[in-house]
């Protein structure tokens, strides 16, 4: 069955960096567009990066443009989330998704597999 299991989260400082894993099972993902979102409570789930199946066909979303980077190894079936400069109001739990055909969109609603999330906690 597959799975999407995310893991690397933590209660860091204002101004930290963190990376957070994302590790597929289950299937091949290579055909499918992976990405990271995040929630906090009372919100709508909030697109944060995506990406194809090749390092230059990266999204992000705008609150996180050039402080994080996505990448996957394909060989390991991993997604990663390097984040830094972390900003209080990175806080949420975060849940990595997987799209097929190669899909990367902020919809969430296109995205058929999702991991159970990992909280990151930002304090000042």
């Known amino acids: 069955q597959a799975q999407l299991v995310e893991s690397g989260g933590g209660l860091v400082r204002s101004g930290d960096s963190l990376t957070l894993s994302c590790a597929a099972s289950?299937?091949?993902?290579?055909?499918?567009?992976m990405a990271w979102f995040r929630q906090t409570p009372g919100k709508e789930r909030e697109f944060v990066a995506g990406?194809?199946?090749?390092?230059?066909?990266?999204l992000y979303g705008e609150s996180v443009k050039d402080r994080f980077i996505i990448s996957r190894n394909r060989a390991t079936n991993t997604l990663y989330l390097l984040m830094k400069s972390l900003k209080p109001e990175d806080t949420a739990v975060y849940y990595c998704a997987a799209a097929p055909n190669y899909r990367v969109t902020e919809n969430q609603h296109e995205y058929t597999y999702w991991g159970q999330g990992t909280q990151v906690t930002v304090s000042t």
């Open positions: 289950g299937r091949t993902f290579n055909t499918y567009g």
């Open positions: 990406m194809r199946n090749t390092p230059g066909s990266t």
